[in-house]
């Protein structure tokens, strides 16, 4: 049986380490070892920037990760489900960084299994991604 844990989380990036160790824990429950867990956090951090801020003006003003785990794999999906990337960037760097974000997603495809992005209407979207033990 699949435990699923979705969590909401405002688009600042400083709730990204709150992220980062609720995926760590979860990672941890499915039972994946240290390095796979540390695989996983990185991807997700990834992809937590990619939906909340690169490329565009501002950080979304909140997205969701929601995490499945079976038996032997680990499924992710980051969605934007804001209605707008409004909350002010207080830093220059990233108000011009598609580079950066496909970079991200590299980064991404190279640590899990599985990536899938999937667009929705209004230019939101998700990432799926997949861990198999």
Aim: proline content about 4%; charged content about 25%.
């Amino acid at each position: 049986m699949a435990d699923k844990v979705k969590f909401t989380i405002p688009g600042k990036p400083a709730y990204l380490t709150m992220v980062r160790l609720a995926i760590s824990s979860i990672a941890d429950m499915a039972g994946f070892d240290i390095e796979e867990i540390e695989d996983i956090k990185t991807a997700v951090s990834e992809a937590c920037k990619n939906v909340s801020c690169h490329g565009l003006s501002g950080f979304a003003e909140e997205y969701t990760v929601e995490c499945v785990t079976e038996s032997n794999l680990l499924e992710i999906y980051v969605t934007d489900n804001s209605q707008g990337h409004v909350l002010e960037k207080l830093a220059k760097p990233c108000l011009d960084c598609p580079n950066e974000g496909n970079l991200g997603m590299c980064v991404v495809q190279s640590l899990m299994n599985e990536v899938e992005l999937i667009d929705h209407p209004y230019g939101k979207k998700t990432i799926k991604m997949v861990k198999r033990k």
